[in-house]
């Protein structure tokens, strides 16, 4: 009686209750049972175990040699594992043992399939030696397109790849060579090594453990296992530190980055970026545009970069020269939202200073704090003080001058004027005010009264005019 809802249950599902019953048949001791094997070979097929099925088909044949049917099976699981002795064997047992047409047919078709691979491998394995791995690596695809499960002959096409350069092929062929052979130490060592020659420390480090977890004594494994980890660690490490904004700690982190792998370029290269991209952040602009240009000289087109340095330009009020390069990382990468608002900045800015710039005014830079801006107005406005001056010329010309001492202190002590300025717009400018003027375009006049010295209150003493 079948039992409510079994009906649904996908065949999939049943396979591993048949393997059971199969093997409870086997226990019998019957003489027949290589029927049973054969089936069960037959379902290991479906499931993609060619090493479980050839095991039955070899039970089947020992049980009954006259089985010509187990036996070409055998044989063309064997070819497709690249083992072409035991196949051809299996296929002139065939001929020998009277078949009938079809299976006579089949097992000469096969035979001379064999006999052309083995023609084609030995021409690889010839091509390979002269070094002419173009030419290997085209007679392997033929001999691949049949022996799908020959461990060996992938390995030797990821050697042909890597020596060609086409080290993504190679990781492919050698994944592909870890499944079909067990313990298989040295293709993860080579696919991890060549992740590491990559740039990609982290699947490096995966597959180098895969290696070690087969044998934790594998000398290559755990000699690059440590070097890998290590540097795995302190990069980890590097960039924790931007994310938390210490900006020097991680320079320092990313330079030893370097000392630790001296022989691989991508990783220098790697770490030059992100050193730039640190002293763009922490506004040390001179360093920036020195590091970020020695980038920019290997991959012109590297919008990390270009975006970095044209903040650095920033910060040293080059203002085409920001403009240029927003523009070159705008051309490079079309939708990104932070270049185009960077490049607006840039061409306010530039066109910014083309007009009246407060920091110059102050002879500060723009990431001066407020203290030192303060002390740059105060000094300034000592000099520039119009009592300082006899004539009616210089007084004039001190009068003009401290009026932008005094407006560039107020606009640059004023967290929100400041933004405002950075930002490209000049907030006591008329013509960026929608209201029209600004309380600051006034004379020299409504200035006196005003204490360089102080926070702003009123001088302790007054001008006089003969």
């Not at 020992?62 to 049917?69: A, C, G, R």
């Not at 087969?214 to 795995?232: A, E, G, R, T």
Request: some cysteine; hydrophobic content about 35%; proline content about 3%.
């Amino acid at each position: 009686m079948v039992r409510p809802g079994a009906r649904g249950r996908p065949l999939g599902s049943a396979l591993p209750l048949l393997l059971v019953l199969f093997d409870l048949q086997y226990q019998e001791g019957d003489s027949d049972n290589y029927i049973a094997y054969y089936r069960r070979a037959t379902v290991y097929l479906a499931m993609g175990k060619s090493k479980a099925a050839i095991r039955d088909l070899s039970k089947v044949v020992e049980l009954k040699q006259d089985f010509t049917s187990a036996r070409l099976q055998r044989g063309h699981l064997l070819l497709k594992q690249g083992k072409f002795d035991e196949a051809d064997k299996d296929f002139k047992t065939v001929l020998k043992s009277n078949p009938s047409d079809n299976e006579e047919q089949e097992a000469r078709s096969r035979l001379m399939k064999s006999d052309e691979l083995q023609r084609l491998h030995s021409q690889a394995l010839s091509e390979y030696r002269q070094e002419d791995y173009a030419a290997a690596i085209t007679l392997l695809d033929e001999i691949l397109a049949v022996c799908l499960w020959d461990a060996e002959l992938r390995e030797l096409r990821a050697e042909c790849y890597m020596k060609e350069g086409e080290l993504g092929k190679a990781i492919n062929d050698l994944k592909a060579a870890t499944k079909l052979k067990s313990d298989n130490t040295e293709a993860f060592y080579k696919i991890s090594t060549i992740y590491y020659h990559l740039g990609d420390h982290e699947l490096s480090l995966s597959e180098v453990r895969e290696c070690l977890k087969l044998d934790q004594d594998h000398k290559p494994c755990f000699s690059h296992y440590k070097q890998v980890k290590k540097l795995n660690k302190q990069i980890i490490s590097a960039e924790e530190l931007i994310k938390e904004g210490r900006y020097t700690d991680a320079i320092s982190k990313y330079e030893s980055v370097m000392k630790t792998e001296p022989d691989v370029p991508v990783y220098a290269t790697e770490a030059k970026k992100r050193i730039c991209h640190c002293f763009s952040k922490n506004q040390q602009s001179a360093e920036a545009i020195k590091a970020c240009t020695e980038i920019l000289q290997l991959e012109p087109s590297n919008v990390n970069a270009l975006k970095d340095r044209a903040e650095a330009y920033l910060l040293e009020e080059m203002y085409e020269e920001a403009v240029k390069d927003y523009e070159t990382a705008q051309a490079n990468s079309e939708n990104d939202q932070q270049i185009r608002e960077g490049l607006e900045r840039a061409q306010k800015m530039l066109k910014q200073s083309q007009k009246r710039d407060y920091y110059k005014i102050l002879g500060i830079k723009r990431n001066a704090r407020k203290q030192e801006i303060i002390k740059a107005y105060r000094k300034l406005a000592s000099q520039w003080h119009p009592d300082n001056f006899q004539s009616e010329e210089e007084k004039k010309q001190a009068e003009k001058k401290f009026i932008d001492i005094a407006a560039a202190k107020e606009v640059l002590t004023d967290p929100e004027m400041r933004k405002k300025f950075d930002a490209g717009e000049d907030p006591l400018d008329a013509e960026s005010q929608q209201g029209g003027g600004h309380p600051f375009h006034r004379s020299w006049n409504t200035w006196q009264g005003f204490n360089p010295f102080g926070s702003g209150g009123p001088f302790t003493f007054k001008f006089h005019y003969s």
